[in-house]
């Protein structure tokens, strides 16, 4: 197994947050972009309005964090994982947000159909992540012990030699024995 280096692995970890606020910046930020809040004095007195705003923000971050989790398991998952769990953290973040949003809003029904659709997306893409995740089962190659020219492990070779003639001396002994 090759050894990797602690601090490339503390330096991997510290990447994945922050392109994880990254991308939860960057969603929170496009959502207020095309949906904006409420912006006179007058409206903001408007509490309807407002809880509406938060509702449908919730929503539109719910969809985004869905998105967002999804393009995650296809982008570097096996190939550079640090991007692609600094993704899904950015879809937990924006589902955390979305959550939160959804929360403010005292719209019973619509806010629990939010909550609900959040914990559906994220046990779905947690099962998709991490059970569904395969071993993967080194290879064995086959060689023919007759016909072997070069090993690949000198030492292997010592060995294995060593453990030959051991059984060939019990073969030896046992059938002297009997």
């Known amino acids: 197994m090759p050894h990797r280096n602690l601090g490339a692995e503390v330096l991997s970890v510290i990447f994945s947050v922050f392109l994880g606020f990254v991308v ?3 969603v929170g930020i496009a959502v207020n972009t095309a949906y904006p809040e409420p912006a006179s004095n007058y409206e903001m007195y408007n509490q309807p309005l407002w809880d509406t705003w938060r509702l449908t923000t919730g929503i539109w971050l719910l969809v985004c964090a869905t998105l967002v ?3 995650a398991m296809f982008i570097g998952s096996d190939r550079i994982p640090v991007i ?3 993704i899904l953290l950015g879809g937990v973040f924006t589902m955390v947000y979305a959550v ?4 403010s809003s005292p719209n019973h029904w619509p806010r629990l159909a939010v909550i609900g659709a959040a914990l559906l997306v994220t046990v779905g893409i947690g099962y998709w992540k991490f059970a569904t995740r395969r071993a993967k089962v080194p290879t064995v190659e086959l060689v023919d012990v007759q ?3 070069s090993p690949s492990d000198p030492a292997l070779s010592a060995r294995v030699d060593t453990l030959e003639r051991t059984i060939d001396g019990l073969r030896k002994a046992l059938s002297d024995g009997s």
């Open 24 to 26: 939860v910046a960057f």
């Open 69 to 71: 989790m999804i393009a």
């Open 84 to 86: 692609g769990n600094g």
């Open 100 to 103: 939160g949003m959804a929360l």
């Open 147 to 149: 016909t072997a020219t």
